[in-house]
């Protein structure tokens, strides 16, 4: 089933205070993935390699403990629906909101218990140190300040938490490119995908430390065209 209250989440939204620039590069990105979502598990990689993806995810999460999984970015709940499987207490977050009615009928479908709220990485509004992991996936490369958005994860997690962020250079892959508009394009510096050197070059800017790569987990490469990608996990450092 699908939960609407958030397990130390809360699901308002602070007042907006970026600029009306700002808001235009998000309400643009949501537009673009709410018109998507319709098609889109169609072709998905989490669904066509589920069964690879769970292997990942429960290695690249290092635990065999129930944990509080927050899911930024979620789309039709690729890590949400995987994490919620392997028996943790999921809460996902997504601005696009069709996009996230899928995820919450697909939960509906397997009897998963996920939470699920609307929102943007920038307006989640939940008490810090609430979350043991946090996952990103194939959405670094959609926002306009990427760095932003790890750093708002290092705050959610608790000390030691883990990240999981995977995403691809999708741009060598006339399949998996995007079809932004060239002016929206040029306002997202990630808009051709992500290498592995740039994900961990962010996360180290972002205060994250030991990070692993867990991409080398699946069989097979799992977009077709064969776009670079990757898996990778860091932790917040326990201050002491």
Not at 105 to 121: E, K, Q, T
């Amino acid at each position: 089933m699908t939960r609407t209250a958030a397990r130390g989440f809360m699901s308002t939204t602070r007042t907006r205070s970026t600029v009306q620039s700002d808001t235009s590069v998000f309400d643009d990105v949501t537009e673009y993935w709410n018109r998507r979502a319709p098609l889109f598990d169609g072709a998905a990689s989490h669904v066509r390699h589920k069964a690879e993806w769970l292997i990942v995810l429960r290695a690249a999460f290092a635990t065999a403990d129930a944990k509080d999984v927050l899911d930024l970015g979620s789309g039709t709940g690729a890590c949400a629906l995987a994490a919620a499987e392997l028996g943790h207490r999921v809460t996902a977050i997504d601005g696009a909101a069709k996009m996230l009615a899928h995820a919450r009928r697909n939960a509906l479908l397997r009897g998963l218990d996920i939470n699920f709220i609307v929102s943007s990485i920038d307006d989640f509004a939940a008490t810090p140190g609430s979350a043991d992991i946090v996952t990103i996936r194939n959405v670094l490369w959609t926002l306009k300040d990427p760095l932003a958005a790890l750093k708002k994860a290092r705050m959610l997690l608790r000390p030691d938490g883990r990240i999981v962020v995977s995403d691809g250079l999708w741009s060598v892959d006339p399949g998996n490119q995007s079809t932004y508009t060239t002016d929206l394009a040029a306002r997202l510096p990630f808009h051709a995908g992500l290498t592995q050197p740039d994900a961990e070059k962010l996360l180290n800017d972002a205060s994250f430390g030991d990070v692993h790569s867990w991409h080398h987990l699946l069989n097979a490469l799992p977009y077709p065209g064969g776009a670079p990608f990757f898996v990778l996990s860091a932790v917040t450092p326990v201050t002491r």
